[in-house]
Structures are given as structure tokens and as C-alpha cells.
């Protein structure tokens, strides 16, 4: 013990800081030049090189060229820009908003009723295998002659539904799809930010005589409200960048109407080699991602000054 | 007498409450377990379903759609999917004649996934030990940099780096399809920082009092101290790395290349719409899907525990 207290006592004197920042530095930069590197190469010029690719006309086989606003003009007036784009916004809406309720509601009975490792085990396994897997289980569930809803559809005297191939379903289809991946992650997301509350708040809420739903709305709800508001922004930007399920169940079909923007820019970009356009609506998403990282952490720092 | 005094109270208490109650909170309970009963029925059964195609036969199913055992049971769709039967049965069994060369794709993988996950973690554990415990100029303006890498999504630099990984020269390569992350992800070092903080300055400087280089400490005292965020991290860096399926779809052209996840969507695009061969399918889905299943198996603990601190990012 001894040893180390004059070490940290120097340390808090200014200079004695300085001397040893100045000491470590050579040292620090070695141990953070390898990630530096990648972050650099992989990250950042990339991130850059998007930007000025979607000010230009590219098509990977000649060197870019100059066109500024050109790929955002023509990108207003593309209607399959704005039909991806309203078919990413239903996507969202449907996937998150069911996932979300749904995720609460078991995260809170979880809490109730069990905190057995293997309950949690099973809801998570989902989220274990690929998008793509997922979507090859759910191919043959939803199968419209013989997936095993569509028998019980027939068997309960309703007519079969063509869950992959109908303009109207596909989507809600492929976000429901994904809830299945994605709930037992997202409820156990919810489920940690409700081990913060502090059991005595249920206690008082109880002896005030409030029952289950009262104290969900009254106490639950805007306690977890930074949480949530976290939940959602790491959600919701994973679930625009869809494009798995769509690339392996439909191509985007029937008729554009599952051709979300993700899956538009990689058809632009791979079989238009269109590079340049593909960029100019990537940093479209980039933009809109932002956006609503920005509002919803907004929101989430209203809470906290809240609850704190 | 002690004992049924607070019994008496309760009593007298809630009396006015208690038929109430009695009758509601059992009911709410029985409710609530069947939700979740339905919620982990849902869960499960999609891989029940896989695992009870796979081994049937597809004559079988197509007569049996709802048949909740095997229809003619036989690893026929297994054979089929790893192409061990010649064309011809594979046609008369209703297959399609597309294979997955499974051991190649495991095997591609095996390779990329562990490059990535231990170069990824090595390199971001380094990263995140200097923003942690060492004092050095621009410390928190590198740190900040980095945080905000963070808010670019993945897909924003996926073309550029695909003409990247062009000009390099390494498309269809496994290289190529490592490169991006391999070194670091802005995640991995803030999550291996949050864990450093948290360990005791105390002996980290008794360490180095002793004479302890900084990368001696950070092996011998700081990983130890770490292994359970460094496990977890890996974990979870391994199941990312394994279930990408849009990167490699770019950069992989052909077999040499290709890995089992995204050879699982090729296998699917392969099947013809009209009466696929679902056995064969749901074979090659089981196949691809086994290594996380066993992943999870193994780690199951430990990934339950870690999602709750991964979602602070």
C-alpha cells in the first residue's frame, strides 16, 4: 500500500502528471495504432469516399467523375426511391412498434413470474442464428400450399393467405418475421433496465393501494422511459438497414412492394453498377439514421432529467 | 402467540381487500404463464418444424403437411443438401440438384470468423486499455473520435469499401471479406472500456511499481482481471462475424470464397418456386444453423448476461 499512495499523490499535482502523460505517450500510441488504423482505412475514409461518390458518376469500371447535385436531382424525381423509402418507413413502424409492446409485455412478466436462465435462454436462441436462417424457417411456415399456418388457416374454415407474395402482406410479413429474430434480444434489453427500479417504489405504490396496471402506467413506464428510448434508437436503426430477409425470401418483390431501400441501393449498385446514385440515396439513409438518433436521444434526456 | 398476531392484522388489515385480491392475482399469475407458454411455444417451434422437415421426405410432406412427427424418416435431405447423392436420386426425390459444399463453406467460415474475432478483440482490448488507464495528450479527443464512429452505420460503408477491397485486389477472397473488421469496431473498444474502468487502479500500479512494463501489466493483470467482458465481447463478435450475410454477398464471387451463411441464401435462390424441395431446405438451414445452436449451447450463461450490458452502447 505504502508504494503506491506517493505515486498517486505526485500524480494529482499537475506537473507530475504532465511529466508521466508525456512518458506514456509513446507507449499509448503503439497499443492504439492497429485499431487507429482500421478505424482510419475501414471507417472514416470510407465514410468520406461515400460522400464524395454520391457527387459523382460512377460505375466501378471507369474513374468517377464530377456531376454535383446530379444523383440527388434525379433521386427526387425517382419514384422507386420514394416507393422504397415509404415501404422502409411501414417496415420500421410495423417491426418496432409490434416488437417493442411485445418485448414490454414480456420483459414484464419475466420479471413477475421467472427468472429462470432458461426461459430467457429459449426467447434468445432466435437471435442466435442468422437473418437468413430465420427467413428459411419462416419461408416454409408461411408457405402458401403446405406451411403449417396456412393447414391451420384451412383447418379453422378461413381461406389461406399468401403471406410472401401478396403486395398488402409482404411486409407486414417480413417485419413480423423479424420480431421473431429479434424479440427475446430486445425483451431482455428491457428486461435489465427494469432490474434498476427500485423495488420499494412497487412496495409504497402498493400500500397506496395501487394495483398491477396503475403501477405499470404510474411507475414502470416513465422510469424505463430513458431506457426505452434507448432500445429504440439501437432498434430502429438496425431495423432500416433491412435487407437480408428481403434479399433471400422475395427480391424485393411482388411489384417493388417489399423493395426496401437497402435492398434498392445494393440492385442500383450491383446489377446497375451505378455506384454514384446508390451512394447519393445511402447518404439519404445516412441522413434520416441521424435524424432519428437525434430526436429519440432527445427524448431520452428528457426522461432523465425526469427521473433524476 | 408472536406468530399469529401480524396473521390477525393481515387479516383485519385487508379483510376488505383480501376475496379481491385472492381471486386476482392467481388469475393474473395463470395468465401471464400462459402468454409466456405461447411466447416460448412460438419461439421453438420454428425449429422444431425445421428439424421434423428435414427429415421427412418430400412425397411424405406434401401428403402430411401437418404431421407433427418426421413423414418417412430418412437423412435423405441431408445427402441431398451435401450432395452425396448422385443427381439422379437427388432428382427423383424431388431435390433440385444444387449442393452445399459443406466443409469448404464451414471451413471458410471457421477461418473468417475466428481471424475476426481475434484480431477485433485483441486490437480494440489494446485500444480500450489506453483510453482506460493511460494518461497521454488528445487521450479524450482520440476517445471522443472514435465514440462517434459509432453513429455510422454499417451499410453507409459498405460500397466504399467494396471498391476498396476491389482496388486491393482481394475480392473473393477471405481476406477481403475479413478486413473491415478486423481490426476494430468502435463498439468492441467502448465496451472494453467501460470493463477496464472498472478494475482497481491499486493493482495495476502495484504492478508497475515492480517493474512491470505497461504491456506486461495489461497481459498478466488487466486481461485476467477482463476475461469475462473479454469472453463475452468474442462471443458475440464471433455470432456477428458468422451470421453476415450482405458483406460477403458482395465481396464473395465464387466457392473459394464463400462462406456458410451466405451459402445457405445461394442454396435457397438455387431452389426452383414451384414445389421446392423443402427437406432438402430445411437440411441445409439445420446445417448452417448448428455451429451458433452449439455456440449458444455452450456459452448460453454467458450470452444471457452479457445482452443486458451490450444494449448500453
Known amino acids: ?308 | 402467540m408472536t406468530t399469529t398476531t401480524p396473521r390477525n392484522d393481515d387479516g383485519i388489515g385487508t379483510r376488505p381487500r383480501t376475496p379481491h385480491r385472492r381471486h386476482r392475482l392467481p388469475l393474473g399469475r395463470v395468465l401471464g404463464w400462459v402468454v409466456m407458454l405461447i411466447v416460448l411455444l412460438v419461439t421453438l417451434f420454428p425449429f422444431y418444424w425445421m428439424l421434423r422437415t428435414a427429415l421427412s421426405s418430400n412425397s411424405g410432406l406434401a401428403t402430411h403437411p401437418t404431421s407433427l412427427l418426421p413423414v418417412d424418416t430418412s437423412l435423405n435431405g441431408f445427402r441431398r443438401a451435401l450432395g452425396l447423392t448422385t443427381r439422379e436420386e437427388s432428382l427423383a426425390q424431388g431435390g433440385f440438384g444444387a449442393t452445399i459444399d459443406f466443409w469448404r463453406y464451414l471451413a471458410n467460415s471457421v477461418v473468417v470468423a475466428t481471424a475476426v474475432t481475434v484480431c477485433q478483440v485483441s486490437f480494440s482490448a489494446l485500444a480500450a486499455y489506453a483510453f482506460a488507464r493511460m494518461r497521454w495528450p488528445g487521450r479524450n479527443t482520440v476517445f471522443g473520435v472514435f465514440l462517434a464512429g459509432l453513429l455510422i452505420p454499417s451499410i453507409f460503408t459498405l460500397l466504399p469499401n467494396f471498391v476498396l477491397v476491389r482496388d486491393l485486389g482481394l475480392l473473393d477472397t477471405l481476406p477481403g471479406i475479413a478486413l473491415p473488421t478486423l481490426f476494430m469496431t468502435p463498439f468492441a473498444v467502448f465496451f472494453l472500456r467501460q470493463f477496464f474502468l472498472g478494475i482497481s487502479v491499486e493493482i495495476e500500479e502495484a504492478a508497475m511499481i515492480d517493474g512491470a512494463g505497461r504491456l506486461r501489466t495489461f497481459l498478466q493483470i488487466i486481461v485476467p482481471m477482463a476475461a469475462p467482458a473479454v469472453t463475452t465481447l468474442a462471443v458475440l463478435t464471433y455470432m456477428t462475424s458468422w451470421n453476415d450475410y450482405l458483406w460477403p454477398l458482395l465481396v464473395s464471387q465464387t466457392d473459394r470464397s464463400r462462406l456458410l451463411t451466405l451459402a445457405l441464401g445461394v442454396f435457397r435462390s438455387q431452389a426452383p418456386a414451384q414445389a421446392p424441395d423443402w427437406s432438402g431446405l430445411m437440411a441445409a438451414t439445420l446445417l448452417a444453423a448448428l455451429p451458433m445452436l452449439a455456440l449458444f449451447l455452450a456459452f448460453a450463461r454467458r450470452i444471457v448476461n452479457s445482452v443486458g450490458f451490450t444494449g448500453i452502447k
Open chain 1, 1 to 308: 500500500m505504502t508504494p503506491t499512495s506517493p505515486a498517486r499523490d505526485r500524480g494529482r499535482t499537475g506537473t507530475g502528471w504532465r511529466r508521466s502523460e508525456w512518458r506514456d505517450l509513446p507507449t499509448a500510441l503503439l497499443f492504439i495504432a492497429p485499431a487507429t488504423f482500421g478505424f482510419g482505412v475501414f471507417l472514416v475514409w470510407p465514410a468520406i469516399r461515400g460522400i464524395w461518390l454520391s457527387f459523382t458518376d460512377y460505375s466501378v469500371f471507369a474513374p468517377a467523375s464530377f456531376v454535383g447535385l446530379d444523383n440527388y436531382r434525379r433521386m427526387v424525381a425517382d419514384p422507386v426511391f420514394w416507393s422504397s423509402f415509404r415501404v422502409t418507413i411501414e417496415y420500421v413502424v410495423i417491426n418496432i412498434g409490434v416488437q417493442t409492446v411485445v418485448a414490454l409485455l414480456l420483459a414484464v412478466l419475466m420479471q413477475r413470474l421467472t427468472k429462470s436462465m432458461w426461459v430467457r435462454g429459449i426467447i434468445l436462441s432466435p437471435y442466435l442464428v442468422s437473418n437468413v436462417v430465420t427467413a428459411m424457417l419462416w419461408l416454409l411456415l408461411l408457405d402458401y400450399q403446405l406451411g403449417i399456418v396456412n393447414q391451420l388457416l384451412e383447418k379453422l374454415g378461413l381461406d389461406r393467405l399468401l403471406f410472401w407474395g401478396s403486395p398488402g402482406l409482404v411486409i407486414p410479413t417480413i417485419a413480423l418475421v423479424n420480431v421473431w429474430r429479434h424479440l427475446g434480444y430486445t425483451a431482455l434489453l428491457i428486461f435489465a433496465g427494469l432490474q434498476t427500479i427500485d423495488q420499494q417504489v412497487y412496495e409504497a405504490a402498493r400500500v397506496d393501494g395501487a394495483g398491477e396496471w396503475a403501477s405499470f402506467w404510474r411507475i414502470t413506464l416513465p422510469l424505463l422511459r430513458p431506457y426505452l428510448a434507448m432500445v429504440l434508437i439501437v432498434t430502429s436503426i438496425g431495423s432500416f438497414q433491412v435487407f437480408d430477409t428481403v434479399s433471400v425470401a422475395t427480391q424485393g418483390g411482388p411489384a417493388n412492394s417489399s423493395n426496401v431501400i437497402q435492398y434498392y441501393i445494393y440492385n442500383v449498385a450491383f446489377t446497375r453498377y451505378d455506384f454514384g446514385y446508390a451512394s447519393a440515396m445511402s447518404v439519404a439513409l445516412l441522413l434520416v439514421l441521424s435524424a432519428i438518433t437525434f430526436v429519440q436521444y432527445r427524448l431520452s434526456r428528457a426522461g432523465q432529467s425526469d427521473a433524476s
